[in-house]
């Protein structure tokens, strides 16, 4: 059988496919206690002032300024004390000169109250059968006292929607009294596995056999990005009972991803597979290393995303081409990898005609990021999996890169970026400047 031609695009514009064909998934009201790490589908503006009433920031003497403006060592001032407040509680006195009012941090400051002192300067006795203060030194106005809306004032717009909500968030749904909140819906992505090769983890090794480790690995990538996973069994390479998996488990998930049987063996039934769903294939083939034989397509309202059976590999489809996908449908507003740029700490002399992605790992020195390539660079690899923190981008081209060169990397943690990436990775005239030798 002749294997057809594909013809590679550049990652770019594999990008810009799926740029283009991405949909929104939806909004829905959840619980404040069950919404950490979703993404908010409203913008988040204060209801009101923080805090909503001049405080007192410590436990000491709601007292005016004006009656201490003369007390120091040789002539301190005494008021009297007529009532205590904690925080929560109101103050039933007005201060008036002479007076004070024992209050808690967090209370509201009472009325004619200008300044509070705190416990641990004062002198505190009972004379008269009066509670009394006795103080040593002036207070300023307003000493002490936190102020409304000095926090944050009524109609400030504090989160943006398409914001991941963080512990922090949190506290601001709280404060403003949001216990129902709109958030974008987790896209149902499933995931299924194939390879007449494949065992499933609990499985012991036979001859010929592998455990399926890319189910696994892009369940937990695809977790990270924030959407709901559905991990089916993995199958064997056989198109017509491939076929009837493919089609149920489309019927459930909004996105669809298999790993392995995507190339052009005789075992690798994806394509054909495509055709008789009548999908529209965006790209079969990208100029990428690893992952050349990436292929997105796309299914009435739904994804197909045919990751290579290679683990690198899958690694990388996944972070390029799932996660703008499910992010962009929940309006992140970074849904890609960071883009960053560090000097190579070693060669890599291997020169190739496509964009390499080479697992990596950046750190900090005092010169700024420095990244160096992880583990065996073969698509195959797993084990260069584990210390990956990042990936090299090398734009394709004939020579190799000298130790020292500046060159993009991408990450998949934290904060992503915007679409194009803010330097041209990917075009080689951008040609990435080789600086001098550092090390
Ligand atoms: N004649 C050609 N051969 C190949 C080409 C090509 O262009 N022409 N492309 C090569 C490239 S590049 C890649 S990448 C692989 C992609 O292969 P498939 O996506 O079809 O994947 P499989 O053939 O099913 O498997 C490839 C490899 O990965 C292992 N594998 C598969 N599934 C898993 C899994 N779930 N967990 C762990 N490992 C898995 C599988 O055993 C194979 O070793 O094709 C090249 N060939
Ligand atoms: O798709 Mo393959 O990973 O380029 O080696
Ligand atoms: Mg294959």
Redo the contacts with the bound molecule.
Sequence with gaps: MAVTKRTPLPVAEAVNKILNHTRLWGIEKISINECDNRILAEDLTATHDVPPFNRSPYDGFAIRSEDTKHASLDHPITLNVVETIGAGQVAEHEVKSGMAVRIMTGAKIPEGADAVIMLELVKERVADNKNQIIIKRSVKKDENISFQGEDTQEGTLLVKAGTKITPGIVAILATFGYHRISVYKQPVVGILSTGTELLDVNEELQPGKIRNSNAYMCAAQVRAMGAKIKLYQHREDNFDSLYKNIKEALQETDVLITT????V?D??FLPEIYKKLGAEVLFNKVAMRPGSVTTVAVYEDKWLFGLS?NPSACFVGAELFVRPVILKGMSVLKPHCKVTKALLSKDFPKPNPFTRFVRAILSEDIDGNVVTPAGLDKSSSVSSLIEANCLIVLPGGTRGWETGSEVGVITWHGEGSEWPWDHPLFSKSSAIKTVEKQR
């Design positions: 392995g049987g995507v190339s063996g075992y690798d059976g």
